[in-house]
C-alpha cells in the first residue's frame, strides 16, 4: 500500500508548479501598484481592493454572479433529465449515446460558437438572440451542457432500476420518485455538478462579447479590460482574487458533499 | 500491483517524450536566419511572405495577435532571446511604444521607401519625423450604412443625428473602443480627445449614457453584424466595411459631419531585435510602389505611397473611402494617448457598458 | 421513458443543428481545395493535433497514477485534493496566460512547444483526474484478485483485469483533454513561442477577415477524425470483450 502513495507526486508537482505559482504571482500582484509602463510594481498597496469596493464594480460581480447562477440552475435542469435517460440504458447504448452528445466538441470551440452564433442569428422561435441575455444563456448552454451530463450520468447508473420500480409498484408518483428517491442518492452529484458548471460560467468573456455583443458588462470583459485595455494588473489580479474568495466559499459548502462523492 | 506500475510508467514517460522531440524537429532556432513578424492577420498574404522569404534567403515566421493590447503585454514580458524583429503597431500604441523604449531608432538611410511617401505622412503626431515607425495601412472609423434596414437617411449625416433620431433607436452599433466612442461623442459636442479635460470626458458620457437606448451594442467585431443585418448604422473600420461591400451590395460607407478618427497600422523594430536589417528589407519590399500597389488592393486600405496611388486602376483610386478628400481629411483625427484620462475613461467606459 | 427519448434526442438536435450547416458548408469541394492550398491552416491543425494527442497522453498517464494513488489516503485528504483540483477552473484563462507567462520566464524557460506543453498539461490534468477517479473507485477488484490468484502478475492483472474496466473512463478522460487543448486560445498565445502556430491562434488571427470555406472544410476534417476514433474504439471494444 504505501508504494501507491508514491503516485500521488506527478499530482503534487501539478499542484506546486503549475496550480500554486500563478495563484501565488496572481496574489502578490494584487497588492501591487500599477507602475507607468502599466506593469507591476511590487509592494504592499491596498489600492487595487478599494477600487474594487467601488459600487460600480460590485455591480459587475453581482451581474455575474446572478448569470451564472441563472445559467447553472439551466443547464443542470436541462442535464439531469438527460443523465436519467442515459443511465436507464444498457451500459453500451448509453456510451454510444454519450459519444453522440461529446462528438460536436471535436471541433473547434470558435467554430462551434459562431456556427451557434449564426444559428441566433436566424432568430429562431421567433426571438431575437443576438445582443441579449438570452442569447448569452443560451450559448452557455449549448457550451456546458455534456459536461454536465457526464458527472450527472455517473452518479444517476448507480441508483438501480430495482429501486425505481420498486417505488413505482407502490403507487409513488414520477414527482415523487424524482424528490424521494433520486434526489437524495445523487444530490451530491449534483451540487458537484453545479460547481462544475457555475465556477468557470463566471469568468466566461467570449460568450458575454460576441453573443451578447458587449451588452452585458461581465466580470470576464472587467479582466480583459483590465489585463489589456487599461493596463491595470494589481486590479485585475485583486478583482480575481476576490472571485477565488467567493469561489472558494462555494467550494467549502459543496465541499461535504464532495467528500462523500468520491469515496 | 503498484510495484509493477512503476516501471511502465518510466516506459511511458520515455515513450512521451520520444514523441516531444520529434515534434521539435521544425523548431531549430539555429539555423537558416529568421525574419520574425507579430502582426494582424489580414496584413499579410502567404504568397509574398514565401516569395519574400526566397528572394532574401530568409525563413520568414509570422505570429499574430488580435489586438494592440495583447501585442503589447506578450512584447513587454518576453525577452530578446522570444522577440520579433517586426511589430505591427497601431498610432496610439507607436506612442505608447517609444515612451515605453521598446522601440529601435529607425535608420533612414536603410530605408528608401520612404522618398515615396507623402508629405503629411512623414510627420504624423504620434510619431513626428517617423523616428520609429513606418505608417503601413491608413483607415478611417465612419459608419456602414444598411440601405435594407435603414432606407432614407438625411444628405448631411451626423454623429449627432445618429444617436438622437429617435427611428435609429436600436439599430446603432458602435465599436467596443473606450477611445473611439468617446471621440465621437466628443466631436458630437465640438471637442476633441486632444484637449479634452476631466469635465469633457464625463459630460461626453454622461451624454452617451442618455442615448444608449440608441445602441444595439459593442460588437467586437464589426464584420458579421453588417453581414448579418443586424445594424442599420454601424460604427466600423473602412476596410471592412468595404470588403463586405463587395459582396453585400446594401453595406455603404459615409462619413458623419462632424468628422472620424482617422489611425494607421504601422511597421514598427522592436529594441531587442536581432535581425532588423531584414527588417528593413522587408518594409522597403511591401511598401515601394508595385508591394504598396497590391496592398491596397488586397486590402483595402491605402498606404502613404503616393506612386501606388497612381499605378492603382481608377475604380481604386478614386474611391473616395480609401483616398478621402481633403476637405474629409481635414475633419478626420488620430485618436491620442491621454495617460491623465484613462482611469477616468476606464470607469467611465464600465460605467457606460454596465448600464 | 419514451418523453426522456424524445426529450434527448431534441437536446441531440440542439447540438448537432449548428454544425450541419458547417459540414454542409464544408463539405463543399472547392471548400477542400481551399484548404489543401492553405499551408499554413494545415500546419496549424497538425501543430494542434499532436499537441493535444500529447497533452491528453501525458495527462492520461499521470492522471491514472494519481487515482490509484487516491485510494491510499485518508478521506479527508482525498475531499482536499478533489477540491483542489477545481482550484484551475476558478482562474480566467487570461490571468493563467499572464501567470504562467511570467512563471515560465522566471524559471528561465525559453518559450515553444516545452512552455506549450506545460501549461496545456497544467490545465487540461485536473479533469482527467476527476474521470478517473471515480473509474478506480469502482473498480470491481474481485476480478483483479482472481486474476492474482490464478497466478497472473502486475501486468497481467493491469491489462486484462484492470484495464478494461477502466478504458471508458480513459478514453473519456483523454478525449476530454484533447478537445480542451485544441480549443485554447488565450493561454497559448501567451505561452507559445513563434514558431507554435495552433489552430484555435490561426483561426482566431482569421477571424477577423472572415470565416473562409477551409475551415469549414477544416471543420469536417475533424469531425471526420472524431467520428472515426469513436467507431474505432466502439469496435474494438465490441472486438476484446469476452462475454
Known amino acids: 500500500m504505501d508504494r501507491r502513495r508514491l503516485l500521488i507526486i506527478p499530482y503534487l508537482l501539478w499542484l506546486l508548479g503549475l496550480v500554486a505559482a500563478p495563484f501565488a504571482l496572481i496574489f502578490s500582484a494584487s497588492f501591487g501598484q500599477k507602475d507607468e509602463a502599466g506593469l507591476i510594481q511590487f509592494g504592499f498597496s491596498t489600492d487595487a481592493y478599494r477600487t474594487l469596493l467601488d459600487p460600480l464594480y460590485l455591480q459587475v460581480f453581482a451581474r455575474t454572479l446572478a448569470m451564472a447562477s441563472i445559467h447553472t440552475l439551466l443547464t443542470l435542469t436541462a442535464a439531469y433529465p438527460a443523465a436519467f435517460f442515459l443511465s436507464r440504458l444498457p451500459r453500451k447504448s448509453a456510451a454510444l449515446y454519450m459519444t453522440f452528445l461529446l462528438v460536436p466538441f471535436w471541433t473547434n470551440y470558435l467554430i462551434r460558437l459562431l456556427a451557434f452564433m449564426d444559428v441566433l442569428r436566424l432568430a429562431p422561435f421567433g426571438f431575437e438572440w443576438t445582443f441579449t441575455f438570452h442569447g448569452i444563456l443560451a450559448a452557455l448552454l449549448y457550451n456546458y451542457l455534456p459536461f454536465a451530463v457526464l458527472p450527472l450520468y455517473s452518479a444517476l447508473e448507480k441508483v438501480p432500476s430495482s429501486l425505481i420500480e420498486a417505488a413505482q409498484d407502490l403507487g409513488a408518483s414520477r414527482r415523487r420518485i424524482l424528490i424521494s428517491v433520486l434526489w437524495p442518492l445523487t444530490k451530491n452529484a449534483v451540487f458537484a455538478t453545479a460547481l462544475l458548471v457555475f465556477i468557470p460560467a463566471l469568468g466566461e468573456f467570449l460568450i458575454p462579447e460576441l453573443v451578447g455583443g458587449g451588452r452585458s458588462y461581465m466580470l470576464g470583459t472587467f479582466l480583459q479590460q483590465q489585463f489589456l485595455t487599461f493596463r491595470n494588473w494589481p486590479l485585475g489580479a485583486a478583482a480575481i482574487v476576490f472571485l477565488l474568495l467567493l469561489s472558494l466559499l462555494a467550494l467549502l459548502l459543496g465541499g461535504k458533499a464532495l467528500a462523500e462523492e468520491g469515496a | ?355 | 421513458m419514451k418523453i426522456l427519448q424524445i426529450y434527448f434526442c431534441l437536446l441531440l438536435l440542439f447540438l448537432w443543428a449548428p454544425l450541419v450547416a458547417v459540414l454542409f458548408k464544408g463539405s463543399a469541394p472547392e471548400a477542400f481545395v481551399l484548404l489543401w492550398k492553405n499551408s499554413e491552416l494545415l500546419l496549424a491543425f497538425r501543430n494542434s493535433l499532436v499537441l493535444g494527442a500529447i497533452t491528453a497522453f501525458l495527462s492520461t498517464i499521470l492522471g491514472l497514477a494519481t487515482a490509484f494513488a487516491l485510494p491510499s489516503f485518508s478521506p479527508k485528504v482525498r475531499a482536499w485534493v478533489t477540491g483542489s483540483l477545481l482550484l484551475p477552473l476558478l482562474l480566467p484563462e487570461i490571468a493563467f496566460g499572464i501567470a504562467y507567462l511570467v512563471w515560465f520566464r522566471d524559471l528561465g524557460l525559453s518559450l515553444g512547444w516545452e512552455t506549450l506543453l506545460l501549461a496545456h498539461f497544467a490545465f487540461t490534468f485536473c479533469f482527467v483526474v476527476l474521470v478517473l477517479k471515480t473509474s478506480v473507485a469502482r473498480l470491481d477488484s474481485s476480478l483483479a484478485d482472481a486474476a492474482r490468484d490464478l497466478g497472473a502478475n502486475g501486468l497481467q492483472v493491469f491489462r486484462h483485469a484492470l484495464l478494461p474496466q477502466l478504458l471508458p473512463g480513459i478514453l473519456a478522460g483523454a478525449a476530454m483533454a484533447f478537445s480542451l487543448s485544441l480549443d485554447d486560445f488565450l493561454i497559448s498565445f501567451f505561452v507559445k513561442g513563434i514558431d507554435q502556430i495552433t489552430l484555435p491562434i490561426k483561426i482566431y488571427s482569421m477571424m477577423r477577415l472572415r470565416i473562409g470555406p477551409e475551415i469549414y472544410a477544416l471543420s469536417v476534417v475533424l469531425f471526420a477524425i472524431s467520428l472515426f476514433g469513436v467507431l474505432f474504439t466502439q469496435l474494438w471494444h465490441a472486438k476484446n470483450s469476452r462475454t
Open chain 2, 1 to 355: 500491483m503498484a510495484r509493477q506500475k512503476l516501471p511502465h510508467l518510466i516506459v511511458f514517460f520515455l515513450l512521451f517524450f520520444s514523441c516531444l522531440s520529434c515534434t521539435k524537429k521544425q523548431n531549430d532556432g539555429s539555423g537558416p536566419a529568421e525574419l520574425r513578424i507579430f502582426t494582424w492577420s489580414e496584413y499579410f498574404d502567404d504568397a509574398f511572405l514565401r516569395s519574400f522569404g526566397e528572394q532574401n534567403k530568409v525563413k520568414v515566421k509570422a505570429d499574430y495577435f488580435s489586438s494592440n493590447e495583447e501585442m503589447l503585454a506578450k512584447l513587454q514580458l518576453t525577452d530578446a532571446q522570444n522577440g520579433y524583429d517586426l511589430i505591427l503597431p497601431s498610432d496610439y500604441m507607436v506612442r505608447t511604444l517609444i515612451e515605453l523604449k521598446l522601440l529601435q531608432p529607425l535608420d533612414k538611410a536603410q530605408l528608401p521607401v520612404l522618398s515615396e511617401f507623402e508629405q503629411e505622412a512623414l510627420n504624423p503626431e504620434y510619431d513626428p519625423g517617423l523616428g520609429f515607425s513606418v505608417p503601413m495601412a491608413i483607415g478611417t472609423t465612419g459608419i456602414a450604412w444598411n440601405t435594407k434596414l435603414l432606407h432614407k437617411i438625411p444628405a448631411d449625416l451626423s454623429w449627432k443625428m445618429v444617436m438622437e433620431n429617435p427611428s435609429y433607436k436600436g439599430k446603432v452599433t458602435l465599436v467596443d473602443d473606450a477611445k473611439e466612442v468617446l471621440q465621437m461623442a466628443l466631436s458630437i459636442q465640438g471637442k476633441s480627445l486632444a484637449k479634452a479635460s476631466e469635465a469633457d470626458v464625463k459630460e461626453a458620457f454622461a451624454y452617451l449614457r442618455k442615448h444608449k437606448t440608441q445602441v444595439k451594442g459593442f460588437p467586437a467585431e464589426t464584420r458579421p453584424v453588417m453581414e448579418g443585418d443586424e445594424c442599420g448604422f454601424c460604427m466600423a473600420y473602412s476596410g471592412d466595411v468595404l470588403s463586405v461591400a463587395k459582396e453585400k451590395k446594401e453595406i455603404q460607407y459615409l462619413l458623419p459631419k462632424e468628422g472620424a478618427t482617422i489611425w494607421t497600422d504601422n511597421l514598427a523594430i522592436p529594441a531587442n531585435s536581432k535581425n532588423s536589417g531584414m527588417a528593413y528589407k522587408f518594409i522597403n519590399a511591401l511598401l515601394n510602389a508595385e508591394g504598396a500597389k497590391s496592398f491596397t488592393q488586397r486590402t483595402r486600405y491605402r498606404t502613404a505611397n503616393f506612386k501606388a496611388r497612381i499605378l492603382l486602376p481608377n475604380e481604386v483610386s478614386s474611391d473616395k473611402v480609401i483616398y478621402p478628400s481633403p476637405e474629409e481629411r481635414k475633419k478626420m483625427h488620430y485618436l491620442v494617448q491621454r495617460k491623465d484620462l484613462n482611469e477616468l475613461i476606464d470607469r467611465e467606459w464600465t460605467k457606460l457598458k454596465s448600464e
